[in-house]
């Protein structure tokens, strides 16, 4: 069966913590709450280690609804998912800024 | 109202612990993730963008004091200091961990509370008009019907596993607050005609979401004491003969438009003659027992009109503004039942802090017996306050930012939590409530407007009941943008009707003047004492449509020019 297609790169991983519910954000070989950590794929063997490190930790009951996410990249470095939706995922609800990452983590990110 | 007896109580607190034990083998890895979904959900988990959401059912909307100071404590140890009504009005917290779930059920356990259905493919929490009791024109109190089914519903054996999901509401009185006509199934309390007996108007396939409808009656008169069995008869029909094939196909209401109502009342009139009526409906003592706990409380005998309340009113403008807007009249002299606004200008529809929980809950302690309802419109009610304590009640709800006075009116927005934090929504809702709050929030404005229904959903689900807002919004994505279509003349009441498309989808900005430009336009041609809904049925869609569609207007350039 072919493979689903991946999305463009660059991409980082994203998925909820399995006990916390909280997003965390694959640094390769573990998980970051703080969007800044995500390790960025720029390249298909980074996105497959990426997917293997998700595959393992939802096995590991650690982490469920895990996929890659584009992003942009901003002049620091840090990533940016390109879709709104993961972009909120990523921040916390656009009412209440002073709930989720963007409290956490400060408000970096363009909506 | 209805107090666990012990069946009850013992049937939840295993429950709790069978969920506990759940969570345990989720850990440990002896559940599988797909294995452990539908266990959590029947448990009212939903995993969501930024956490787990838990919803909690409020049987037919009625919480006791002590139920909401619960909930207020569960806001604060477990979730960021809020909980959201939605419109099945049950609660929802939008901060959840897993882990402290099973802590969390019990904590509500103890309050006689649960999630028990409050999602998966099972008959949900039970719907009920939110002035049962008070209103003047019900027939009958339609809680105890809407109990009676509860318990007829919790864990049926053979209904736990429907197609999809399955909504209940009922209502006793003339006015329908209650949307029965949006349900998988509607039950409205009527007298025959003739032998003046009470029973139910059955009203089947009603519902929003992907594919809505008007529900069709499909038993215009049900003698009461076969309730229970006619209603076995429908969901059994509906369990066999659903789709199970297509999720968005599943729907009773979908089965009833492919069949037709004749074949469908034709299915469900031959089941029900087969059914054995007196093992499945309720023993009459036990629905005595049950009417019992909705007996009316102690009022007092208190003249018609109170004096003291009078004098406030006309001494008291913002007070009085307050009253004309969020004051329903009582059938007992000298009483009132009252809304509180949880649409304060500006904020999240249905958002309540703890502080307010326990504020309202310390008010319904002292004026309204104890116990108070979730409006499915996403406000609270406080059911049985003396006329002469309003005023009271009211300063205590300015204190705490409660007393906002546009009940029914343009700014009394429902909105589902929209992508903001629902992991099935298209686009946001609440941004869209807030603009359109702030955008209409002239008090003279709203009052001048009139009765208008705004009701927002994130996506076609329809959580937020766009079909039936006499304006209704839906947020789409379009282009990787999001897109709002906007529909007009829909209506949740008795003379239920889907609102019709406007034109294309526009942008989240221009969602307020949009809005304007329609709300002018009725402005413009309403008859005297004609209210928004009734002036789109006279003169039809077309003058909105061309509003609607119309360039933006020249005050919204003024406007730009202004700040440039």
């Known amino acids: 069966m072919a493979q689903p297609k991946r999305v463009p790169l660059p991409a980082i991983l994203l998925a909820n913590d399995l006990l916390d519910g909280d997003v965390v954000f694959s640094t390769g070989d573990s998980w970051s709450r703080n969007p800044a950590e995500a390790l960025i794929a720029y390249d298909d063997a980074t996105a497959d280690r990426l997917e293997a490190h998700a595959k393992a930790a939802f096995a590991a009951q ?10 942009s990249i901003d002049a620091a470095g840090v990533p940016t998912p390109r879709h709104f939706r993961e972009r909120f995922k990523s921040l916390g609800p656009s009412h209440r800024p002073d709930l989720g990452k963007q409290a956490q983590y400060g408000n970096a990110h363009p909506r | 109202m209805y107090r666990y007896d012990q069946f009850d109580e013992r049937f939840v607190r295993e429950r709790v ?80 961990k897993l882990r402290d779930v099973p802590d969390i059920h019990s904590l509500l356990a103890d309050v006689e509370m649960h999630c028990i259905q409050t999602s998966g493919n099972c008959i949900r929490n039970v719907t009920a008009d939110h002035f049962a009791g008070v209103a003047a024109d019900e027939l009958e109190d339609p809680r105890p ?25 009922v209502t006793g009185a003339e006015h329908d607050r209650a949307a029965v006509k949006l349900h998988d199934i509607g039950l409205r309390i009527l007298r025959h005609p003739d032998t003046h007996e009470i029973g139910y108007e059955v009203i089947v396939g009603g519902g929003l979401g992907r594919t809505p409808y008007v529900g069709k009656v499909v038993r215009e008169f049900l003698p009461r004491r076969d309730l229970l069995a006619y209603l076995e008869a429908i969901v059994r029909v509906y369990n066999a003969d659903g789709r199970r094939d297509n999720k968005f196909k599943a729907r009773i209401k979908i089965l009833v438009h492919e069949i037709g109502t004749e074949e469908f009342r034709r299915r469900v009139e031959e089941e029900f003659a087969q059914l054995d009526g007196p093992t499945i409906n309720a023993d009459p003592e036990e629905v005595a027992r049950i009417a019992a706990y909705f007996a009316p409380p102690a009022y007092e005998k208190l003249p018609a009109k109170s004096n003291a309340y009078e004098t406030h009113r006309a001494t008291n403008p913002a007070f009085a503004t307050w009253a004309d807007a969020n004051v329903f009249p009582h059938r007992v ?24 929980m326990r504020l309202v809950a310390d008010l319904a302690e002292k004026y309204s017996f104890d116990e108070l309802r979730v409006t499915h419109l996403q406000n609270v009610v406080l059911a049985h306050v003396r006329q002469a304590d309003l005023f009271a009640v009211w300063q205590k709800l300015c204190e705490a930012d409660l007393a906002t006075p546009n009940v029914g009116l343009v700014t009394d927005i429902i909105a589902c939590p929209g992508l903001d934090y629902c992991a099935l929504a298209t686009a946001r809702s609440i941004p869209i409530a807030q603009e359109l709050s702030k955008r209409f929030a002239d008090q003279e404005r709203q009052k001048d407007i009139g009765p208008l229904g705004i009701k927002i959903s994130g996506c076609i689900n329809a959580c937020g009941h766009h079909h039936i807002g006499n304006i209704g919004i839906l947020g789409l994505e379009k282009n990787g943008v999001e897109n709002y279509q906007i529909t007009l003349g829909g209506d949740a009441t008795e003379n239920a009707a889907i609102g019709g498309h406007l034109g294309p989808g526009i942008d989240a900005k221009d969602v307020p003047d949009a809005i304007e430009r329609l709300v002018d336009v009725y402005l413009a041609q309403r008859e005297k004492g004609e209210v928004f809904i009734d002036t789109v049925r006279r003169i039809g869609v077309a003058p909105f449509k061309e509003a609607f569609v119309a360039k933006a207007p020249v005050k919204s350039k003024e406007r730009e020019n202004a700040v440039a």
């Open chain 2, 333 to 356: 002299p000298g009483y009132a039942a009252l809304t509180i606004s949880l649409k304060a200008i500006g904020e999240a529809p249905g958002d309540i802090t703890s502080g307010q």
């Open chain 2, 145 to 169: 019907t809407a109990e009676l089914i509860r318990q007829w519903s919790s864990l049926h054996p053979e209904f736990s596993f429907l197609p999809r999901k399955f909504k209940i509401a």
């Open chain 1, 62 to 71: 650690i982490v469920v609804d895990a996929y890659l996410v584009d992003v």
């Open chain 2, 17 to 96: 612990a069978q969920f506990r034990a759940q969570v345990k083998r989720r850990l440990d890895g002896s559940l599988s993730d797909d294995e452990f979904k539908p266990l959590r959900l029947m448990n009212g988990l939903y995993l969501q963008l930024h956490a787990y959401m838990l919803r909690i059912a409020v049987p037919y909307g009625t919480l006791a004091s002590r139920q909401l100071r619960q909930l207020a404590v569960i806001a604060d140890r477990y979730d960021r200091g809020y909980g959201h009504f939605t419109t099945r009005q049950n609660m929802q917290f939008n901060w959840i």
